[in-house]
Nanobody
């Protein structure tokens, strides 16, 4: 059974950092492209970052490029999102996602609030 569990969210001041984790079970993260999305209040869900299966190819949205880093720990079967230089506009619920075959799987999300 595929399961994704995000953690690491919280309240942080502008300019601060957080590291989000996406713990996976029921599949091997290194075999699939893993993606982080976020959804701010009143806005559509948007792609933040992705990491390709097997390799280290990563992609980022323009809004987070240079500030966020996606990575994967194959031993822990976990994907991370290191977020630095956080801005109030980064406030959102952050989700990880994997597509396996014709099915998309999402975690429950973790809340990130950037505020002074």
């Amino acid at each position: 059974q595929v399961r994704l569990v995000e953690s690491g969210g919280g309240l942080v001041q502008p300019g601060g950092s957080l590291r989000l984790s996406c713990s996976a079970s029921g599949f091997t993260v290194s075999y699939y492209t893993m993606t982080w999305y976020r959804q701010a209040p009143g806005k559509e869900r948007e792609l933040v970052a992705s990491i390709a299966r097997a390799g280290t190819i990563t992609n980022y949205s323009d809004s987070v490029k240079g500030r966020f880093t996606i990575s994967r720990d194959n031993v822990k079967n976990t994907v991370y999102l290191q977020m630095n230089s956080l801005k109030p506009e980064d406030t959102a619920v952050y989700y990880c996602k994997v597509v396996i075959g014709l099915s998309s799987y999402w975690g429950q999300g973790t809340h990130v609030t950037v505020s002074s």
